[in-house]
């Protein structure tokens, strides 16, 4: 008994000493962190300069992007994000740091890898293996590719169309408006479908059932997990997303295997059946070495870029919708533009007619600018050497970056930033050539440099075709009441939640949002050749 006794408090001592020396191992950690640290001079918040779990917290909140702009803000253009990481604000910095060749994608990214060794482009560090996989890539990307796939795009925003427009009958100007739609679902099912396409040569047809919707789910779970891995990679370890994420990664395996049978069904059809993405990914070869890619290679490939092109680019045409709903004078000068530039919806795709749509393209920038859809910093390291940023030495190991959405506010690039102003990046008397320069060379929408979206050819054609489609065929507007404010900021909301004009994101790793609710009303006379061969389309919504 009295040994038992006696063996007890010895457990009890020992697991003291070693919470205590845990502790003191810990606060000796910190203590140094926040003085002899090479990093201890720079500003920022007191948990960053100790902890990752600064950026894992506010990531998982979907609210890192506000902080690091409200940051700015109050520490000015240079804070200390992470024990490790300094983050920038300013065009010279966006420059320097991606760039250059002194950086290179840091370590965070490798917490997205699903095996050793099954590197896909964006999670590749070594610049070698990334500069193979970009070159078999870029191919599929080309403005020829894009080009020859564009009438599967327009037949996706078709359906898109005539299902918010809802019948030919609400097609006769009447002024019958739709019931109110939710343009984050709507969006995304367009961006899914035609990535699906794009990429598999198969559409998931989230617009006309909801079969595979749970895709959407999926990769958001996805997304949220690794957005908080890539701020604090230790957790990983953890494998925290059994417990966080368990609905999502439950949808995970069905996601998986729907994508592991897309692969090996389209690898099974003739290698040029058709030109998406998997034939250059099965057959193409780096021009230079002859090499192409293994079936791991292919596989981790796709799975990227169903998140890369489709989480993407439907945030970004709901933000177009949101900001275009809240600016009536913008959507008017949109209206007007597109309706006095065609002489049909048919006739609305890429060539000189869309080109020469100056405003459609200056409300894509300006949504953009205003939400970025990668709205996180995307962290680079410093190699070996060292490297200058912005007139200021960081040492090599160091994480670096420039946040999109601090950038992108910052009112020396963007005056009156949180205003949608899509006439700032158009020549004008009140707007010099050397205004849109200095915009240009802050916007970062598709990072910059070697590491820079391969896709931005494709985020025009789909965005532009979209938004010119719907101003085409259709009036929308926001419903009266409740449902109208969906997806804005709030008056007296947290501060960077409070703006009613700006439209709220979640940043993870791509983005979460909800609403606007617009209401639809086909243009009188227009919309029967929108309803040809689709009269009745599912009403699955
Ligand atoms: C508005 C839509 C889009 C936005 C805002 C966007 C943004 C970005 C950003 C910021 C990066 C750099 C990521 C990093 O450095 O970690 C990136 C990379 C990439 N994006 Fe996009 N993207 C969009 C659409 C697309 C589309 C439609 C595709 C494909 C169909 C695509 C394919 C890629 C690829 C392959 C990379 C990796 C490039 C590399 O590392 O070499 N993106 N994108």
Redesign the pocket.
Known sequence: MLDLQRLTTTLWRGLLIALSCLALRLLAIWIYRLTFHPLAKYPGPWLAKVSDLYGAYHNARGQLHIETEKGHRRWGPLIRQGPDKLVFNSATALHDVYSSNEVQ?SYG?TTMIPAPGAYN??T?VDKGI?KH??KV?SQG?SDQCVRAFEPKILDHIDIFLAKLVGSPERGSGDGEWSTPANMTDRCRHLGYDI?GE??FGQSFELQLKDDNRFLIEAVTATTNKAGVYVQYPALANLKLEKLLYQRGLGMREKYLQLMSDLVRSRISKEKDAKND?LYFLADAKDPETGLGFTEDEIWAESR??LI??AD??S??LTTAFFYLSAYPACYEKLAYEIRNTFSSGSEIRSGPKLAQCQYLRACIDES?RMS???SGT?WREVCAGGHVIDNEYVPAGYDVGVN?YAVHHNEDCFPDSFTFKPERWIPSADNSEKDIERARRAF????IG???????N??YT??GDSIARTMWYSDFRRPEGPLGVVGAGAEGSREGRHRVKEFQLMEHLTCSHDGPFLQFCGRKGLTDELFHDRRAPPASY
């Open positions: 994608k990214y482009i964006f590749a990334h996989k970009r890539l990307f990535m794009f990429g993405l990227f870029l890369a092109g993407t680019t945030t970004a953009l970025p859809p990668i995307l999109p970062s929408v598709y990072s070697s590491r820079a979206c391969a896709g931005r494709m985020a789909e965005l």
